[in-house]
């Protein structure tokens, strides 16, 4: 059977809903075609289940695309306190939890639920369980699903990124940007955990679960946040902002001590040994991983120049991860459709009237915090 609308969604996640409601609003007959058995999953476990909805510091330093002004025209139209006028116009309650983090109170399925109470005042239908075999165009865009085939003039492709396939994730926004002619920038998953080689592996990660409050860094990128020990590498915020930054093969430098100076107080101990240096590093660190640090960093003597090399070596760890826990484990797909290929007020493909991309199918990825869902949303 073919059903004619004025725009199909592909898409039920964040930014297919929000598109949804928009264009509803403005009186179009609007489809969204899911092929999860319902819309919103990753809404639903985001931010361990209450959803970090948006931040309220978002600024386009906080992306990564190879086009760093894309995403500023879209996130000026649609900001942050857009979002929160509209959790609040819904009554859901939320808190800042840490750096403009805001999350709710209770749960991200409030978020869910609004969106979709949104999109049925807004008219939008949504189709879930929707296979989609083809997408051709001639006149019009015409979507083939496995019963039905979609027709309309505009088609929205909101289908998001390569993480979590169990969610329902795919790669048929970025086949179909390759299909009508867009670049893509390279993919990797991004916000991910990162694996250490095999040498620090059987080192360290028997402390799996043991955190600390770091500066980690890699290139000209740094976050300070917790780093946490897992039982194959890194993870932990300050970890998974750098994996987007990171590349295999570079190094990633840990300061395991930010702005705290370890060493004085071996200096001015009655012994200077390794008792003393225990002490002091466990005035900064959880006391397994100075313990263990520091076994497998002592310096030979406890000379002022040894001291000043340990020193300078508790901040600036020096790791080479072998790769990232992959797609399986990343909160987000960095890269994708190319933004030079996209209006950057409409999303519109230059080339391909009519085509739209938008979320993180394109190549704008946020940091951890709230602000790859206020790209969807914006
Ligand atoms: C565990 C986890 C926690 C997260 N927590 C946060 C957080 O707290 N704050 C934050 O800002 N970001 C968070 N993120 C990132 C955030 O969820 C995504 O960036 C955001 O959902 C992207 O929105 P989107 O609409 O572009 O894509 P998605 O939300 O991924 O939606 C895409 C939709 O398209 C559907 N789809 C895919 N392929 C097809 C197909 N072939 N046919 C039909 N439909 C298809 C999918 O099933 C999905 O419903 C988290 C991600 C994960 C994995």
């Not at 930014?15 to 609007?30: P, S």
């Not at 003393?276 to 960093?297: C, F, G, I, N, S």
């Not at 190319?338 to 209006?343: A, C, P, Q, R």
Request: with cysteine; proline share 4%; charged share 25%.
């Amino acid at each position: 059977m073919t059903h004619k609308f004025d725009a199909v969604i592909l898409g039920a996640g964040a930014a297919g809903l929000m598109c949804a409601i928009e264009a509803g609003k403005r009186g179009r007959r609007v489809a969204v075609l899911e092929r999860a058995g319902g819309p919103g999953k990753k809404i639903l476990i985001s931010g361990g289940g209450r959803c970090n909805f948006t931040n309220l510091h978002c600024h386009p330093e906080n992306f990564l695309s190879a086009n760093q002004h894309f995403a500023k025209s879209a996130l000026a139209r649609y900001s942050p306190s857009d979002f929160i006028a509209l959790v609040e116009k819904h009554r859901i309650p939320y808190h800042e939890k840490a750096l403009g983090q805001l999350f709710c109170d209770r749960s991200a399925r409030e978020i869910l639920d609004m969106l979709e109470a949104e999109c049925r005042a807004a008219g939008v239908q949504i189709i879930s369980n929707c296979n989609i075999r083809e997408v051709r165009r001639n006149d019009r865009f015409l979507v083939r699903a496995e019963l039905d085939e979609f027709q309309a003039p505009a088609l929205v492709v909101a289908t998001g990124g390569l993480s979590i396939p169990k969610l329902g994730a795919t790669s048929l926004g970025y086949d179909l940007a390759r299909q009508f002619g867009l670049r893509i920038q390279p993919t990797k998953p991004a916000l991910v955990p990162l694996v250490l080689e095999s040498r620090d592996r059987a080192a360290y990660c028997d402390l799996a679960g043991v955190s600390a409050d770091v500066f980690a860094s890699t290139g000209h990128h740094e976050f300070r946040e917790k780093m946490l020990i897992t039982h194959r590498g890194l993870s932990g915020p300050a970890i998974l902002q750098i994996s987007s930054y990171w590349e295999p093969d570079r190094s990633i430098r840990i300061d395991l001590a930010p702005g705290r100076n370890v060493t004085d107080t071996i200096r001015e101990a009655k012994v200077r040994n390794i008792s003393a240096a225990r002490v002091a590093l466990q005035t900064v660190l959880p006391k397994r991983l100075a313990t263990r640090w520091l076994d497998l960093h002592a310096p030979p003597t406890w000379t002022n120049e040894a001291l000043t090399r340990l020193e300078s070596e508790i901040h600036s760890w020096v790791l080479e991860p072998s790769g990232t826990e992959g797609y399986d484990k990343a909160e987000v797909t960095a890269g994708g459709v190319d933004t030079s290929e996209l209006s950057s007020k409409t999303m519109e493909a230059k080339n391909v009237p009519g085509l739209y991309f938008v979320g993180e199918v394109v190549d704008v990825t946020g940091h951890l915090g709230g602000f790859n869902f206020q790209w969807a949303w914006s």
